[in-house]
């Protein structure tokens, strides 16, 4: 029974395997091909260098990220810290009525 339910799936699998490349050629020919840059030229690329804004630095952009979010970092952990503190004064408060 093992034998004949393999083959059945060997022979489903071979009849049906041109079927898949042939819908693969079908969804090939629907696809928009790349643009063609050809001789246009870009805009961007005639205009002039100002050279005031050109910056010269070591940093990196994940440099300046980490330099803009710091401060951020350190007031939201100085806050954390404080509700504990606050949290814990405010239970220590409650026990001591008892």
Same mark, same amino acid.
């Given at each position: 029974?093992?034998?004949?339910?393999?083959a059945?799936?060997l022979l489903?699998?071979?009849?049906f395997a $041109?079927? !898949?490349s042939?819908?693969d050629d079908? =969804?090939?020919? @629907?696809v928009? $091909?790349? !643009?063609?840059v050809g001789?246009?030229? =870009?805009p961007? @690329?005639q205009? $002039?260098?100002?050279l005031?804004?050109?910056?010269?630095?070591?940093?990196?952009p994940?440099?300046r990220?980490?330099?803009?979010?710091?401060?951020?970092?350190v007031a939201?952990?100085?806050?954390?810290?404080a509700?504990v503190?606050?949290?814990?004064?405010?239970g220590?408060?409650?026990s001591?009525r008892?």
């Open positions: 029974m093992r034998v004949k339910l393999a059945l799936a489903l699998l071979t009849l $041109p079927a !898949a042939w819908a079908e =969804d090939k020919e @629907s928009i $091909p790349p !643009a063609e001789s246009l030229i =870009d961007h @690329s205009e $002039p260098i100002d005031s804004k050109i910056e010269i630095t070591t940093q990196t994940a440099d990220f980490v330099n803009a979010t710091t401060p951020l970092v939201l952990g100085l806050g954390s810290v509700l503190i606050y949290t814990l004064a405010q220590a408060k409650e001591q008892d």
